[in-house]
T-cell receptor, first 112, second 115 residues
Framework: DAKTTQPTSMDCAEGRAANLPCNHS???????VYWYRQIHSQGPQYIIH???NNETNEMASLIITEDRKSSTLILPHATLRDTAVYYCIVRVDFTQGGKLIFGQGTELSVKP | SAVISQKPSRDICQRGTSLTIQCQVD?????MFWYRQQPGQSLTLIATANQGSEATYESGFVIDKFPISRPNLTFSTLTVSNMSPEDSSIYLC????????????FGAGSRLTVL
């Protein structure tokens, strides 16, 4: 599975959009981009995933560049409860032997 | 997505003992995995729990230390054997139905402290 690079930490003001970047320059054509987050003392929570197209759900939006070498997770209106470590992971489908391998992630602090 | 329950949620253990963590999923799942999260660190994959066959371990993890069972499509156990203080970690179970969105869901974790 391809490796990802994320900033170690970011701050965001409450109510503003949080834009979390991820670099995955060695991504393969059959690898998905997944985002998870881990709020302190909880198990990781799935946020969103995509292959080529931009995706949006009730939690966030995922913007993937045309060359697929990077992506951005957008939390449109960050709240204090969004303070967490955010993990960007790329992997092939489980049926192809893909595994979810976590890097160090980005520690997002949402401040009042 | 699947709902995962883990027991115990936390425990304090003595050096040299073993502890078994249980993972129960509310529906049948294809894939089950076990992770370890050491204090202040990210998650590390221990193994894939295969139904009806031996688990597949990641580099650095061995069956004698972390025996895993998966007797059916909704249940798995991880045993941490002959524990030392270095085994103090959160152990997390995860599962996926392996179809559709292939989302991996996690349990809340089992926090082990070894004295």
């Amino acid at each position: 599975d391809a490796k990802t690079t994320q900033p170690t930490s970011m701050d965001c003001a409450e109510g503003r959009a949080a834009n979390l970047p991820c670099n995955h320059s060695t991504i393969s054509g059959n690898e998905y981009v997944y985002w998870y987050r881990q709020i302190h003392s909880q198990g990781p929570q799935y946020i969103i995933h995509g292959l080529k197209n931009n995706e949006t759900n009730e939690m966030a939006s995922l913007i993937i560049t045309e060359d697929r070498k990077s992506s951005t997770l957008i939390l449109p209106h960050a709240t204090l409860r969004d303070t967490a470590v955010y993990y960007c992971i790329v992997r092939v489908d489980f049926t192809q032997g893909g595994k979810l391998i976590f890097g160090q992630g980005t520690e997002l602090s949402v401040k009042p | 997505s699947a709902v995962i329950s883990q027991k115990p949620s936390r425990d304090i253990c003595q050096r040299g003992t073993s502890l078994t963590i249980q993972c129960q999923v509310d529906s049948q799942v294809t894939m089950m995995f076990w992770y370890r999260q050491q204090p202040g660190q990210s998650l590390t994959l221990i193994a894939t729990a295969n139904q009806g066959s031996e688990a597949t371990y990641e580099s650095g993890f061995v069956i004698d230390k972390f025996p895993i069972s998966r007797p059916n499509l909704t249940f798995s156990t991880l045993t941490v054997s002959n524990m030392s203080p270095e085994d103090s970690s959160i152990y997390l179970c995860s599962a996926s139905r392996g179809s559709g969105a292939n989302v991996l869901t996690f349990g809340a974790g089992s926090r082990l402290t070894v004295l």
